[in-house]
């Protein structure tokens, strides 16, 4: 089976513009999870979508993040404005018991 | 509430001796528990799984981890190390009554000499 895609693998913006990350999971995965990884750290869980309903977005900080995932398939993952703080790895998985992780974007804020 | 405790940041061991990463977890739920592994600059694979069957858990690689209710920990283990075993090593607990809610441990480096 195919895996987790996500795209763009890499991005460099400046602070204060906007991003856009996008993930198509598993077929068949109605869990799906974005993390985010500053280096050197764990996985961070962000948001949290069971079909296309929020099931855990307590760590995402709503002031500049945002996702959705319309139709529970797709995802997106959205940055407006970026801090250079945000600079990560942004993870994409999705899951029916076990979770399968895409490749990652890895996003550079200058 | 649950959380889970890498209880060493780093682990440095001589090739083809024993590794062993430690793991405590804390979870008001029956947890599924996992071990990802992580190589620089790839992405994160799964090396086993506990979902309450049987508490040894035998993953790829040669690894396997063991899971002990009493002492709420899931230590991974492989009995001779592999320079190719060189890598982060992250502990996850997940709780499938929480629409499988899930927690990341801070990670394990995992360094193996010549």
């Known amino acids: 089976e195919a895996g987790v895609a996500q795209s763009p693998r890499y991005k460099i913006i400046e602070k204060r513009q906007s991003v856009a990350f996008w993930c198509n999971p598993i077929s068949g995965h109605a869990t799906l999870y974005w993390y985010q990884q500053i280096l050197g750290q764990g996985p961070k869980l962000l948001i949290q979508f069971q079909n296309n309903g929020v099931v855990d977005d307590s760590q995402l900080p709503k002031d500049r993040f945002s996702a959705e995932r319309l139709k529970g398939v797709d995802s997106t993952l959205k940055i407006q404005p970026a801090k250079l703080e945000d600079s990560a790895v942004y993870l994409c998985a999705s899951s029916r018991g076990e979770q399968y992780f895409g490749p990652g974007t890895r996003l550079t804020v200058t | 509430a649950q959380s889970v405790t890498q209880l060493d940041s780093h682990v440095s061991v001589s090739e083809g001796t024993p590794v062993l990463l430690r793991c405590n977890y804390s979870?008001?739920?029956?947890?599924?528990l996992f071990w990802y592994v992580q190589h620089p600059n790839k992405g994160l694979q799964l090396l086993l799984k506990y979902t309450s069957a049987a508490t040894l858990v035998k993953g790829i690689n040669g690894f396997e981890a063991e899971f002990k209710k009493s002492e709420t920990s899931f230590h991974l283990t492989k009995p001779s190390a592999h320079m190719s075993d060189a890598a982060e090593y992250f502990c996850v607990v997940s709780v499938p009554a929480q629409g499988f809610k899930t927690i990341f441990g801070a990670g394990t480096r995992l360094f193996v000499k010549a």
């Open positions: 979870s008001s739920y029956s947890p599924s």
